[in-house]
Every structure is written in structure tokens, then in C-alpha cells.
């Protein structure tokens, strides 16, 4: 529900508050002029399933919208939660996290989302773009606590090539070119993709075309988990 009415937005607020969690922003640093790591504290005792790695969360960036963002790190018992916010000015969401502080309060909701870490898999692959920086930072931790493998693939502007680093993220840079050229880049990771979980993710054009590629290599669609971060013009997905 990226865009309701005002009054809508707010009924559901008040007849769903135990679904808003109140926290406040307690950190802030710009790791580069287009991202933005803020630290959320609340108190998660009450949230209505526990966060997997991989899951998602909601603001209310406006009045009348809503916006979807991937922790980087979330604790639960100590209310915390990190996100990597991609400051492309383009949009509501950008412009709301751009102008976040230290001491505002806002309301998370969540978590949820089709992505979660696949636990079954001791192999994995995630791939995305500049929106899912905090996506793979969580998923990558969390490969790496259990001792599996993580490959990390990100399509970025040259001029944030540098990003992954930032994060201590062994990655991968493609660049933004729909894989026209670059597919072999997968193939880099090795021929043993059955053991491997695919988390793809970011431009939706990118997704399609990656998706039908690992398909066409044998990849079962049990092994592929999808969620696009946005799509050439098309507001808040
Ligand atoms: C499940 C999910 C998880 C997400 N997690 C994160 C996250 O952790 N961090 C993060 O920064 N973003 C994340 N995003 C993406 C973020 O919600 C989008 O960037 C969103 O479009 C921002 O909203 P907006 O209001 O700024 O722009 P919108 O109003 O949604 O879009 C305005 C215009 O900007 C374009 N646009 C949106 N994103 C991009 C982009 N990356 N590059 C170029 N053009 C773009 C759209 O096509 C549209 O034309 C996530 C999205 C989803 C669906």
C-alpha cells in the first residue's frame, strides 16, 4: 500500500497500533553523500513475528505514504534495528530519510516480506543494487555466523562503486547494464548451484532478466527468492 488517502492512513494507525512500533532515531551517519545508515530504538518485545534475516519494514513517509526498507541489522531483545537508506532524491521516501535526525520519532511496521535467510541452503547468492545494500549486509552477517557461503552481486553506478566496502561486504560490482553483457559474472560463483539459495533483488527489469537466466541453467524456482525494489517510473512498490 505505497499510497492511501490521508484519513485512511490514519484510521489504520489507530485501529492497527499494535502493528505501528514507536522508535526513535538514536544514530546517524552518512557513509557516503547518497547513504545514510540510521540506527531506530524501540522496544520490539511486542512485534508480531520475530525478524528473519532478509524480512522487511515499513514507514509512513508522508501523510499519505509508505515506504519499504531492508534492515541491515535488527536485534530484538535490544530493540535495535540499522537501515541503509539510497538517498536518490527522487521520491518521498528519499526526501523522508534524507531529512531524518537524531531524536525524531517515527512508528516501524513490520517485519515481514517474502524474503527470508533459507536456512536449508549452505550456499548463498545475493544479488541487487544500491536499494539493497542493507539487504545483503544482513543476509551476508548471517551467512557468515552460520559458516555458509555468500556471494554478493551488485549492479551500482561506477561513482558508488566503492560502496560495498564501506560496509565490510565482499561483493561483486556490476554495472547497470541488464546483464546484456555481464552474465558470466554468475558464472564465477561455480557450476555447484544446486545447493545455493538466490536472493534477487532492486531493479525489477534486472530480477526478470536474472531470473529467467538461472532457470535456464537449472536453477529450481524453489531455489529463487524475488522482491523488487523498484521500477522505472513507478512510485513506492
Ligand atoms: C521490499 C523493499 C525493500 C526495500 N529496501 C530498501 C532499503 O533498505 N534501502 C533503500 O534505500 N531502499 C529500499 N527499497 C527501495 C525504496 O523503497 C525505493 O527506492 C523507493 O522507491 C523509494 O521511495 P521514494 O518515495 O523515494 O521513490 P518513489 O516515489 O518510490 O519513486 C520515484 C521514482 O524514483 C524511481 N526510483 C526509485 N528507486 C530508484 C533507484 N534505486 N534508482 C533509480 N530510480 C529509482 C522510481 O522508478 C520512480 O520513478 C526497498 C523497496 C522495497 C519494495
Redesign the pocket.
Known sequence: M?RVPKWMANAMESLFSGSYHPVQITAVSYLADHLKKVRFEGDFSKLSKPFIPGN?IEFR?TDT?F????PSFFDMEKGVCE????L?G??????W?ERIRVGDTTKLLGPG?KIRFDGQATRHLCFG???????LKCLYDEALKRNHQCQCIAELDPTHAEWPGLLELKCINMEKDGFTGDREVIDKIGPDLQDTAFYL?G?AKSIQILRKYLTEKGVAGKQIHT???????????
Open positions: 505505497p522487511v513517509v505514504e515506504r519499504h526498507y531492508t537501515v541503509l537508506f539510497y536518490h527522487k521520491g518521498p521516501g528519499s526526501v530519510a516480506g543494487d544500491e536499494t539493497s545494500l542493507g539487504l533483488t531493479n522482491e523488487p525494489y523498484w521500477s522505472e517510473g513507478k512510485p513506492g512498490l
